[in-house]
């Protein structure tokens, strides 16, 4: 049973430490069989979220929150110096948007108010785009951070 | 020289890197975490339910968090956070298996709940080694609590804090656990010293 390579008995911390050596050695097979499927169902999977209203000229239709908050972040990444850190959509009782409050960090260095300003055009852009709402600017709130060290988002 | 890309550190950071965009409804960077965590998870769950039920622990795991990323607040390790999920899956599984048992009744003085964690067939014959077989075995023979802190303790290199967090307990539990399971690992893989 014992390994013929081993001329002196291993102590118990030994042992262990094989033992738990053995297990990370071993082949992820269970994994890489479900791996696939896994990650399918997962992302199938709806998050709970409230929908706001959106208008065209021959009705309304529910746009997702969480399908609202996907286009601005996608935007907001295409400004260079911008990490998105939170979207906040404020919904009134009759699920109409009433504001956005978009929480972003900015290396240090940036141009702040041009970088806010920015944000609140696209924010104001993306709802138009996609519900069809315009929002006023004072509906936009950006609430920036400075960072220290600005790590690319790719 | 360290590649600082991969330190501990970096690893954090590029997690929250990608929580970050996934709880802004990035599906990429969920399915990048999926593919950073997904073994380890799985692992994990193996380890706890068995073969057969893990992938299903896993699914949940992967579920949960894809919806409650909101919740995660970066205050600790989002493997940590993981594996509390896959946790509580797995316990919850694991009551409501011994509630609605498929075969015989077990024995009530029986050590742990036993789900043929030691028949994981491809992984185990991959590498043949009759040492897997009786550390497997060893492992099954562990009550739950010790072989949750054991494996994520001294396989997967969580440290206390961690381990208490995933196992929704306190560092001294934990300390004494993981005690009583090295303890009586080495005793039943003493014929390998």
């Not at chain 2, 077990?106 to 590498?127: F, S």
């Amino acid at each position: 049973m014992k390994d013929e390579h081993e001329t002196v008995p291993p102590s118990g911390d030994e042992l262990l430490a094989r033992a738990a050596s053995t297990l990370r050695a071993l082949t992820d097979d269970g994994w890489v069989r479900a791996h696939p499927r896994v990650l399918e169902r997962a992302l199938r999977v709806v998050r709970p979220a409230r929908s706001v209203v959106g208008r065209h000229a021959h009705g309304t239709f529910e746009v997702a929150v969480p399908v609202l908050v996907t286009r601005i972040r996608e935007h907001l990444d295409d400004i260079g110096d911008v990490r998105t850190l939170k979207v906040t959509c404020v919904v009134d009782d009759d699920d109409d948007l009433d504001s956005v409050r978009v929480e972003v960090s900015v290396a240090f260095g940036s141009a702040i108010a041009a970088v806010a300003e920015r944000v609140r055009t696209e924010v104001r852009h993306v709802v138009a785009a996609a519900t069809g709402v315009r929002l006023d600017a004072d509906q936009v709130a950006v609430d920036l951070m400075v960072e220290d060290v600005h790590r690319p988002t790719s | 020289m360290s590649d600082l890309r991969h330190s501990p550190a970096h690893e954090a950071e590029a997690d929250d890197e990608l929580a970050r965009r996934a709880r802004l409804g990035d599906k990429r960077a969920f399915a990048d975490l999926v593919d950073r965590h997904g073994p380890v998870v799985h692992r994990f769950a193996a380890r706890l339910v068995g073969p057969d039920e893990a992938d299903d622990v896993a699914q949940e795991t992967f579920v949960t968090a894809w919806t409650s990323l909101d919740r995660y607040r970066g205050a600790s390790a989002f493997r940590t956070w993981l594996l509390g999920i896959a946790a509580n899956h797995a316990r919850h599984r694991l009551r409501w298996d011994a509630r609605h048992p498929r075969g015989p009744l077990p024995d009530p003085d029986e050590p742990a709940t036993v789900l043929g964690a030691h028949d994981a067939g491809p992984d185990r014959r991959a590498i043949g080694d009759a040492f897997v077989d009786a550390l497997e075995k060893a492992l099954d023979e562990l009550p739950v609590m010790q072989r949750a802190c054991w494996i994520l303790r001294d396989v997967e290199g969580l440290s206390y804090a961690e381990v208490a967090e995933v196992q929704a307990t306190t560092v001294t539990a934990v300390r004494g656990a993981l005690h009583r399971a090295r303890t009586a690992l080495a005793s039943r893989l003493e014929p390998w010293r």
